[in-house]
C-alpha cells in the first residue's frame, strides 16, 4: 500500500485484494524455493533423478539418506583410483570427516580401515559396492572397521570375565 494513492488505504475492497495478492505471492515463493532445492542432493525430496543421472537403479527399498550417500559416492568417485580418491568415497557415507586410512598391502593389494565411527551393515555393504566400481580389477581389496554385530559385543562382554581355558569349558 505503499505506492498506491491515499484513499485506497481506507478500502477493504482494496485491503482484501492486496491480502490475497501478497498470500498468493508468498505461495509462488514458496514453490519457488521447493523448486530451487531439488537442484542440491542434500536438500532435495527425491533422489530418484540423480540416481538416474548418473548410472544407479533407483532402489525405493533404502532409506534416502542411503540414497543420497550412494550418489555422491558415485559423483566422486572417477574411473581411477588414488588413495585420496577411496578415502573421499568412503568418507562420503559418513556425516562428518570420518578418519579413513588406506594401505598398499603388496603385491596387489590394498587395506582400507575405518576409524571413529561404526558404520551400519547397510553402509559397509554399498561402501563396498562403491569401491568395487572404481577399484581395478586386479586389486584385492582388504576392510577393517570397528564394526561389530550386537551378537558378538553381546558374547564378548558375557565372556569377558573368563579366562582362555575356562572359555574352553564352556560349550555355546
Known amino acids: 500500500m505503499l505506492i498506491l494513492p491515499e484513499y485506497y488505504k481506507n478500502s477493504d475492497v482494496m485491503r482484501q485484494l492486496l491480502q490475497s495478492a501478497k498470500f498468493a505471492f508468498e505461495q509462488l515463493d514458496d514453490e519457488r524455493q521447493a523448486t530451487f532445492l531439488q537442484f542440491f542432493i542434500l536438500k532435495c ?3 530418484t533423478r540423480f540416481e538416474l543421472d548418473v548410472g544407479i537403479a533407483p ?37 562428518g570427516e570420518v578418519p579413513v586410512e588406506v594401505i598398499e598391502v603388496p603385491p596387489f593389494g590394498i587395506k582400507l580401515k575405518i576409524e571413529g565411527e561404526t558404520p ?19 586389486l584385492g581389496m582388504e576392510f577393517e572397521t570397528n564394526y561389530q554385530p550386537k551378537n558378538e559385543l553381546f558374547l564378548y562382554a558375557s565372556l569377558q570375565s573368563y579366562t582362555v581355558i575356562e572359555m574352553e569349558m564352556i560349550s555355546l
Open 45 to 47: 525430496a527425491d533422489v
Open 120 to 138: 551400519s551393515l547397510d553402509v559397509l555393504k554399498n561402501i563396498i559396492d562403491a569401491i568395487n566400481k572404481i577399484l581395478p580389477a586386479h
Open 59 to 95: 532402489d525405493t527399498t533404502l532409506d534416502m539418506e542411503l540414497r543420497r550417500q550412494r550418489v555422491i559416492a558415485k559423483l566422486r568417485s572417477t574411473p581411477y583410483a588414488t588413495k585420496a580418491k577411496l578415502a573421499n568415497v568412503i568418507q562420503s557415507f559418513f556425516e
